[in-house]
């Protein structure tokens, strides 16, 4: 059965330290994956995506992730975190027709 | 920036009642998604729909749910007889074509039924 798991439930870094935040699927072929962010109160907001090609893709607000086929991974990072960054991210993997199958989350704290 | 609004925020309702959540999609957008989040869990495919239809559901999307089109805008969820599991935010999403372009989710309605 095809399952994403996002192994750190929660990551406190400091502000301008750099972030790594994990994901790994199970499928055995390429699914489409996602980075979502979700706000207080607010809703997901696309980070990046990843179909086909470059596995290095650029997202918005500095956040890039890299697709590695022989770990099953689509890590998210960022070299330098932003107060502003503090947030709930969901990676996502599309496989079939229209519907995500989504992570548990990773709540990132930001400190000073 | 075209975005996908749902009402309302927050509902609150007793067990056994019925509830309507709401949904606008972008406007050109085909095709249309709920997924839920019960606190602390994760988020979760309900349901697609495209062309005035489901197009798949998961095991979640028992007979107590159904959602409708009524008309040109929006897109609703609908939950009969709610129970307290019921309990949850409610995301609705919308995309132009199923997953090689990205969808764009509401805000979500926080559901409480007591």
């Known amino acids: 059965a095809q399952s994403v798991t996002q192994p750190d439930i929660h990551i406190t870094v400091s502000e301008g330290a750099s972030l790594e935040l994990r994901c790994n699927y199970s499928?055995?072929?390429?699914?489409?994956l996602f980075w979502y962010v979700q706000s207080p109160g607010q809703g997901l907001q696309l980070l990046l995506k990843y179909f086909s090609g470059d596995t290095l893709v650029q997202g918005i607000k500095g956040f890039e992730a890299e697709f590695k086929r022989s770990q099953s991974s689509f890590n998210l990072r960022k070299p330098s975190v932003h107060w502003s960054d503090a947030a709930e991210y969901f990676c996502?993997?599309?496989?079939?027709?229209?519907?995500?199958?989504f992570g548990t989350g990773t709540s990132l704290t930001v400190i000073p | 920036e075209p975005e996908v609004t749902q009402t309302p925020s927050h509902q609150v309702t007793q067990m056994g009642q019925e509830v309507i959540l709401r949904c606008v999609p972008i406007s050109n957008h085909l095709y249309f998604y709920w997924y839920r989040q019960i606190l602390g869990q994760k988020v979760e495919f309900l349901v697609s729909f495209y062309n005035n239809e489901i197009s798949e559901k998961s095991e979640i999307f028992d007979d107590q749910f159904s959602v409708e089109r009524p008309d040109g805008s929006n897109f609703t969820l609908k939950i009969r007889s709610t129970k307290l599991e019921d309990s949850a935010m409610y995301f609705c999403?919308?995309?132009?074509?199923?997953?090689?372009?990205?969808?764009?989710f509401g805000q979500g309605t926080r559901l409480t039924v007591v």
């Open positions: 999403a919308s995309s132009e074509v199923p997953l090689n372009t990205e969808a764009f």
């Open positions: 996502a993997v599309g496989i079939t027709g229209n519907q995500f199958y």
């Open positions: 499928y055995g072929a390429t699914p489409y």
